[in-house]
Structure formats: C-alpha cells, structure tokens
C-alpha cells in the first residue's frame, strides 16, 4: 500500500552556490557534505558490491521544502481517484476506514519520520537541514547506499507503478534491506573499532525489529496510522534485512539484491529460502476477467504480506502464518449501481490444504467486514484457489500466468 514517493524533485530547486566537485566522487555546494560523502563512498561501494560510475550529486533542503515535494509527489504519483479507489478496497477489507483520507495520512507519516532522502529521478541525494550534526552520518551512510544501488540497478525501473504492488514491496525491501544492513555493519565498526560481518551475529535481524519497534512507538503519526500502512512503512527495512542477509548467507561473495538476486514478490522476502534456496518459487500472475463486460475501476494484488496482515488484523498475530502456501493474488474494485463499491479477491495457492486452512480460518471472521461477503475455495485452470467476494460484484473469470519453479 505504501508505495508512492519515489522520484522527481522539480519543486526542491531553489538558488544556492553553484556546485562544487569534490574528487571525482560527489558534486555538491555544501563543503561539509561534500567532504562526508566523498570519505564515505569508496568503503560502502565495497560493502554493497556494486561500483560507482558518476559522482554522487548531494544537497541540503528545508523541511518546508520537503513538505512541498511531498504535496508534488502525492498529486503526480496518486491522483485522486486511485486514493479514492485504494481507500474503498482496502475498507471493504476491514484493513482502514472507509473515511480515512490516505493522502493526508502519508503526508503526516512522511513529514514525520523523513530526515533525508535519495531521489532515483534526479539522481540526487537530499539532506534535511534540520538534523542534528550527531545524526548526519547515519542519515548519509543509508541515502549513500541507495546513491550507489542507484548507478546499478536503476531504482526507479524497479519499483515502477506498472509491476504491481506485491512486486514494488519486494524490490523497496530489497532496496532498503540491503541500506540497512550495510549502514548498521558500517557502525558498528565504528563504535566497535574492529572489523564486522552481521551474517555471524546471531538474531542479527531480530535486533533490528526491536530497535524499529520502539522507535515507531515514539512516532505519533506512525503509531496513529493503520495497520497496513504501519507494516508496509516498516516491512522493507525489517523483511529486506532478513532476505539480504539469507542471500548473503546462501551466495558467495554478498551479491548485492539486483539483477538474478532481485526478489519479485513479498513471499520471496518471508521466506528467502524461497528464492535463495536450490530452487525458486516463482509467483503466479492472477488476471480477472470480466464475464459480462463490466470491468474494475481499480484492479491490483495484495501480495502475501498484505494477505499476512489481513489475517493478523482479523484473527490475531497467531494467524499469520496462514499466508504461507500463497502463490498468487489479483482483486478487482466494482462500482455498484447505487454508487458504492463491491470487490473481488482471487487468490491461488501451493496445494489445496494450505487453501483450505486459509478459507477455513477467514470465514468465520467475514461478519466483521462491512459489506455482506462470502469466501470459497475452487479449482483455477487445474490450482487450488479461492474467491473471496465483497458486496455485490459482477461475475469474474481468472486466469494464470506462472508459477512454475526454476
């Protein structure tokens, strides 16, 4: 669900010095910026793996010219309807309220936790100048990371609208997994004053969840906000960093999560032996198809994550793991002819008992919802599926693409 802000700074250009190179390493009218970053590159370009190929651009901006960038970005990359639209699925699911004004929401939490940031369209680092110096090489080494991931793996291909919203949750894992790591092994060999490698510190991962934990509960507007747009704000960092150190585990070398390591959907980052393992678990694309010619105004996948929190949010944290045996998922938002909406939710799965543990589980939990619902299992071109339907929605044919292992 959290899956916007990612690119242009038009509204972040404002007159300052001309820029100043610094090495062949950093372009930046701030001295003091330029030199940090230019000490810090060649060591975290060889933590990462990956070279650099043009110098790193960086900058300092207000907060209120954040605020302004934030305001850009939410009208270019979520125009009105599909807020509209993502609200009302994701409402009809029990997960916000049908009244929630998402846009206001994101802002909120973006204004919050934004300290800086590294713009893939302009290919520049930003710095927000109201940080404490104390703090300036932790925010440049992570935004550093994602300057260097960058020149590589092209950021914005990655996590580009039209993949879909499970596949662009699990490159931003990817993406922010891999920061993190590096970033928390960078300091503590810092603090530590000798040489670190996070693969051998046991629960390394589980360290972090703490630490993100406790920092959201000393977040207002995190805390405030739903459930999914919690989890999908802290899901990269957590899930990313679990799923990057299994790959690292499991390859030689630490290849960074690009090109083959790239993980393509949320079930790869849950269970990384999944994709890092002997074989991979490709996911299946789901397509619905109208029968009678009525169409969804808005038609997406929530991906095992979302359908992990679906679970949580109306059985408890116990049944999570209900989500596992997921291989594929597309719903479709329905306009009604009184003006409400309806939905559909299809999903296939591994084998038939992970299915029907998963109908069995949710069924009784579909009187919450606000909408009359059923669910059901069913055959799908010969996979175990189910359908789960809210409302009143016109009849819907599915079809699959994939899923095969490699």
């Not at 001309?18 to 001295?31: E, F, I, M, N, R």
């Not at 991962?205 to 906000?225: E, F, G, K, N, V």
Request: with cysteine; aromatic share 6%.
């Amino acid at each position: 669900m959290m899956r916007y802000i990612a690119a242009s700074l038009a509204l972040l250009t404002v007159a300052c010095e001309p820029p100043k190179q610094t090495g062949a390493l950093v372009t930046s009218s701030d001295p003091e910026l330029a030199r940090m970053a230019a000490e810090l590159l060649p060591d975290l370009a060889a933590r990462a793996g990956l070279s650099l190929t043009r110098p790193v651009r960086i900058e300092r901006r207000t907060r209120e010219e954040l605020e302004r960038y934030l305001e850009f970005k939410l009208e270019e990359e979520l125009p009105d309807a599909d807020a509209e639209a993502i609200t009302a699925t994701y409402a009809l699911l029990g997960l916000v309220s049908a009244d929630l004004d998402l846009k206001a929401v994101l802002k909120e939490v973006y204004l919050e936790q934004v300290a800086g940031f590294y713009d893939p369209d302009s290919t520049m680092l930003f710095v927000i100048d109201d940080q404490p110096a104390a703090l300036q090489e932790t925010l440049l080494v992570h935004e550093l990371v994602h300057a260097i991931q960058d020149q590589t793996a092209d950021l914005d291909a990655i996590t580009d609208s039209r993949l879909g919203n499970d596949r662009r949750i699990a490159a931003q894992a990817a993406i922010e997994g891999h920061a993190t790591l590096i970033m928390l092994e960078f300091l503590m060999e810092r603090r530590q004053r000798r040489s670190v490698d996070v693969t051998e510190i046991p629960n390394f991962t589980d360290q972090i969840r703490l630490a993100l934990a406790a920092s959201q509960r000393q977040s207002p507007a995190l805390s405030a906000a739903p459930r999914i747009i919690q989890e999908s704000l802290l899901f990269p960092y957590i899930g990313g960093a679990s799923f990057v150190e299994a790959l690292w585990k499991a390859r030689p070398g630490r290849p960074a999560p690009f090109g083959e390591h790239l993980p393509l959907s949320t079930e790869h980052i849950l269970h990384p032996e999944s994709f890092v393992g002997e074989s991979r678990d490709m996911p299946t694309e789901v397509h619905l198809e109208a029968v009678d010619g009525v169409g969804p105004i808005y038609t997406d996948a929530l991906g095992e994550l979302e359908v992990r929190i679906l679970l949580e949010t109306h059985l408890g944290a116990a049944s999570m793991d209900l989500s596992t045996g997921w291989d594929g998922d597309r719903y479709g938002l329905y306009e009604t002819p009184d003006g409400g909406r309806s939905l559909v939710w299809v999903s296939v799965w591994d084998d038939a008992g992970s299915r029907d543990r998963f109908v069995a589980a949710l069924r009784p939990a579909l009187g919450g919802l606000p909408a009359p619902a059923t669910l059901r299992a069913t055959d799908i071109e010969g996979r175990p599926g189910a359908v789960l339907e809210i409302g009143a929605p016109p009849a819907t044919r599915a079809t699959l693409d994939g899923g095969a292992e490699e």
